[in-house]
């Protein structure tokens, strides 16, 4: 059996986050991340495949960024 490609998202996606995590951001249309500073934590949360363990990794990658999810200042 073929294992499936485990390649991380591009645009500045944190490479610990978990394969459904990447499909359902992918699939809401994230491709980078910088996107995400437009949206809640409880948004992201509310995607199916996202799981709190996601939260601080995207927390993070947007910190390195300088910037944070809507909201949180």
């Known amino acids: 059996m073929a294992s499936k ?3 991380p998202l591009e645009g500045g996606f944190p490479r610990g986050l ?3 995590a990447q499909r359902a951001l992918a699939g809401a249309g994230y491709t980078r991340i910088e996107q995400l500073a437009a949206v809640t934590e409880a948004d992201v949360l509310n ?12 927390r993070e990658a947007l910190a390195a960024k ?8």
């Not at 995607?47 to 995207?58: D, E, F, Q, R």
């Open 5 to 7: 490609n485990k390649t």
């Open 18 to 20: 978990s394969a459904p």
């Open 47 to 58: 995607l199916h495949g996202i799981g709190p363990k996601a939260i601080p990794l995207l």
């Open 66 to 73: 300088s910037l944070s999810f809507a909201g949180t200042g």
